[in-house]
């Protein structure tokens, strides 16, 4: 029963992780410009990568390596704002202008197709 | 050569007075005239909430420089002019290569060519910086000269706070040890002796390195069982932001409104600013683009992420952690009038 329990458990949160995953890289293809993109990196790294660890860290439940997973989970988390803000920081200071409300008023982006062309 | 003009950035160390009067006898005696150059470059700019003070300070340290040299000078016959300026007032000097550069503007409209270096010089609270500006001077070219000066060893003064030491090395050995037993085991004997091995030379080689503040014996715990608290807190906002963020992209007609916003936050420099840019960047929706010390400008993707940023409960959450309950009873952002939404170009 329990086991069954557990078994379910990790179906559901690799699942959920998968998910997230999934929508982050949906995000990255879509989303117009490099700021927002890294809006939506950071979501694999937290919830995709939050969630799978979450789902190992409950298979390897017995072992001692259960701890290693939470570990990792804690560098990731600490290493990912931080990855995400050298790469906003450095498009920022080559100059790349962040498309916001006031540029693009009327132009929705097209949800067929990305639109590559203003990202630079 | 009509006059000898010398260029001198002060900072308050113990070493600044030497420095001036190094200044003055180090002038070959056939000038005329000498011009003494007395600058103190800022670190932030008049923005923050401490320019102002720091301001004042920076001004006192000038006048106080400035008697210095027209005591030390008083005995010869060359007439002193003394300029005094503060710079970096509008810009927000970062780094080595930043003050090399103020400095050299500053020589260049002035016509100076001689620089005299305080080797203790530190600007702010930044640490030592003297051999990398010496790189970034010779870099950009000024010609400097360090001011040989007595001080007293630094050694001395790490043994004369010997308990501030001493805390540093215990909550490092502590750090180290556990990390090495939790990936360890912690039940095997042989573990037990290294680990405590490791940490004992961890402790004793990094600890001034990883706590660069003195440890508080009852607030730094107290700070740490809180920042556990701060962890699930953390998470569910992130779970929050995530699934906001989710919806918006996968609906078709991808509802974002991205806005370029600067936060000022009301958290001291150093951890508790790290802290929260961080936790800022990791709830999808909210990216820290720059930190200009408590500056911070952040990218939002969604309106509802841009309201939960401009309510500060982030910003609300981490001075719990650092200052307590007490510390988390400010007005949000919005009603300080610390937020400001602002165009892409003004990077």
Redesign the interface.
């Known amino acids: 029963m329990i086991e069954q329990l557990r078994f379910w458990a990790i179906v559901v949160l690799l699942g959920f992780g998968l998910f997230f995953t999934f929508v982050s890289a949906v995000g990255v293809i879509r989303l117009p410009d490099i700021y927002s993109r890294a809006h939506t990196a950071s979501q694999t790294d937290t919830l995709g990568a939050g969630l799978a660890l979450a789902a190992v860290a409950l298979a390897l439940g017995r072992d001692s390596m259960a701890i290693y997973a939470v570990l990792l989970l804690f560098f990731v988390f600490i290493t990912n704002p931080t990855a995400a803000h050298a790469i906003a920081r450095s498009a920022a200071e080559s100059g790349i202008v962040p498309l916001t409300d006031d540029t693009e008023v009327d132009v929705e982006p097209d949800p067929s197709t990305p639109d590559e062309g203003d990202s630079q | 050569m009509a006059a000898e003009r010398v260029l001198v950035p002060l900072s308050d160390t113990v070493t600044v007075r030497q420095t001036v009067g190094y200044a003055v006898q180090s002038c070959p005696g056939e000038a005329e005239t000498l011009e003494f150059h007395l600058v103190v470059a800022l670190p932030h700019d008049m923005e923050m909430p401490e320019g102002q003070s720091l301001t004042e300070d920076a001004e006192q340290l000038l006048s106080k420089a400035e008697s210095w040299v027209r005591e030390d000078a008083s005995s010869t016959a060359t007439t002193i002019d003394i300029e005094t300026a503060v710079l970096g007032e509008e810009e927000y000097l970062f780094g080595p290569r930043d003050y090399a550069r103020t400095f050299d503007t500053y020589a260049a409209a002035h016509d100076i060519d001689r620089l005299v270096l305080d080797p203790e010089y530190q600007p702010g609270t930044t640490a030592q910086m003297l051999q990398p500006l010496e790189r970034e001077l010779e870099s950009v070219g000024l010609a400097y000269d360090e001011a040989p000066v007595d001080r007293p060893a630094r050694h001395e003064r790490l043994v004369s706070d010997g308990a501030e030491r001493f805390d540093k090395m215990f909550a490092m050995f502590w750090i180290s040890y556990g990390f090495y037993l ?2 360890g ?1 912690p039940t095997y004997w042989f573990d037990l002796v290294t680990g405590a091995a490791v940490a004992g030379i961890v402790s004793v080689s990094l600890a001034h390195v990883t706590f660069s503040f003195p440890l508080d014996r009852l607030g730094s715990p107290i700070r740490t069982l809180r920042f556990g608290l701060y962890v699930p807190y953390l998470i569910v906002e ?2 929050k932001a ?1 699934l906001a ?2 919806v918006v ?2 609906r ?3 509802p ?5 916003t600067r936060v000022n936050a009301r958290v001291r420099s150093g951890l508790p600013l790290l802290a929260l ?6 709830t ?8 200009d010390d408590q500056r911070l ?1 952040i ?1 939002t ?1 969604i309106p509802s992420a841009r309201e939960d940023l401009f309510e500060g409960s982030l910003e609300r959450a981490v001075r719990f952690v650092f200052h307590g309950r007490k510390g988390t009873r400010i007005p949000t952002p919005e009603e300080r009038g610390d937020t400001e939404i602002i ?3 003004e ?1």
């Open positions: 939790v990936l085991d992130i779970v995530n963020i989710s992209i996968l078709p007609s991808m974002i409104a991205p806005t370029m840019a961080n936790s800022i960047t990791l999808p929706g909210t990216l820290t683009v720059r930190a400008l990218h993707l165009g892409g170009d990077l």
